[in-house]
C-alpha cells in the first residue's frame, strides 16, 4: 500500500497571506489526524478528523482549520500567516481513529513564513 | 491533561553500546504508549507500542521497552546502538477514552547520536 502523502512538501509565504495544505491517507483509513512540529514548541496536536466531521481540536488559533472528504483526504488552512507558523506540519492516517491504532505519518509539509 | 516527559533532549552512545531513552507519562490510568522514531526531513515511522498486554513490548529494528504502571514509566532500549540508530526519538500517548479518539501527546523528543 502507498504510505500517506502530503503536498506541496515545502512552501514559502508571507505574513498576513493564507495556506492550503493537503494529505492522502492510506487507502482504507478513515481518520486523519494534523500535528505542528517547531523546534520551540515540540509536537502539537492540530486536530481529527473521522468520516468527514472534525472529531478533536488541539489549543491552536480560529486561524487554523481544515477539513475531510469523502474519500478521506485531508486538507489544513492556515489564514493570516504569522512568522510563528513555520514549521513542519505533519498529516497521520489510522484505520478507525482510535486509541491503540498506529499513527502512519507523512513526510511533512515545510512551511516557511517571511 | 496527558502530559509525557522525555529525560534528556539529548544522548550521546558509542556504537555497541547500550541505549536507554526514558519516558514518564503522567496519568491515573495508564495510556496506551508509542514511542516513534524521526530521521532528518522525514515523518515519524513507528517503532513500538503498548496497548495493554504484554508489559515488554519488542519492536523493529532491535528496540524493546517495557511498561511499569508503578513507575509510569515506558523507557526504550536497545542492547546495542548501530550508526543508523542516530535519529530523534519521541514518546507519545492516547488516550483510552474512546471520546478521545486517537490523539496523540508527545514528549518532547530525544536526539541519539552514535559515535563510532
Known amino acids: 500500500k502507498a504510505g500517506v502523502t502530503q503536498t506541496p512538501r515545502y512552501l514559502i509565504k508571507t505574513r498576513g497571506q493564507q495556506v492550503t495544505l493537503s494529505c492522502s491517507p492510506i487507502?482504507?483509513?478513515?481518520?486523519v489526524s494534523w500535528y505542528q512540529q517547531t523546534p520551540g514548541q515540540g509536537l502539537q496536536f492540530l486536530f481529527e478528523y473521522f468520516s468527514e466531521t472534525q472529531r478533536n481540536k488541539g489549543n491552536f488559533p480560529g486561524r487554523f482549520s481544515g477539513r475531510q472528504f469523502s474519500n478521506s483526504r485531508s486538507e489544513m488552512n492556515v489564514s493570516t500567516l504569522e512568522l510563528g507558523d513555520s514549521a513542519l506540519y505533519l498529516c497521520?492516517?489510522?484505520?478507525?481513529?482510535?486509541?491503540?491504532?498506529?499513527?502512519?505519518f507523512g513526510p511533512g509539509t515545510r512551511l516557511t513564513v517571511l | 491533561a496527558q502530559s509525557v516527559t522525555q529525560l534528556g533532549s539529548h544522548v550521546s552512545v558509542s556504537e555497541g553500546a547500550l541505549v536507554l531513552l526514558r519516558c514518564n507519562y503522567s496519568?491515573?490510568?495508564?495510556?496506551?504508549l508509542f514511542w516513534y522514531v524521526q530521521y532528518p526531513n522525514q515523518g515519524l515511522q513507528l517503532l513500538l507500542k503498548?496497548?495493554?498486554?504484554?508489559?515488554l513490548v519488542k519492536g523493529i529494528n532491535g528496540f524493546e521497552a517495557e511498561f511499569k504502571k508503578s513507575e509510569t514509566s515506558f523507557h526504550l532500549t536497545k542492547p546495542s546502538a548501530h550508526m543508523s540508530d542516530a535519529a530523534e526519538y519521541f514518546c507519545a500517548v492516547s488516550d483510552q477514552d474512546a471520546a478521545a479518539g486517537n490523539k496523540l501527546t508527545f514528549g518532547g523528543g530525544t536526539r541519539v547520536l552514535v559515535k563510532p
Open positions: 497521520a492516517s489510522s484505520p478507525q481513529g482510535a486509541g491503540a491504532d498506529t499513527q502512519y
Open positions: 496519568s491515573s490510568v495508564p495510556p496506551y
Open positions: 487507502s482504507g483509513h478513515r481518520s
Open positions: 503498548y496497548t495493554s498486554a504484554a508489559t
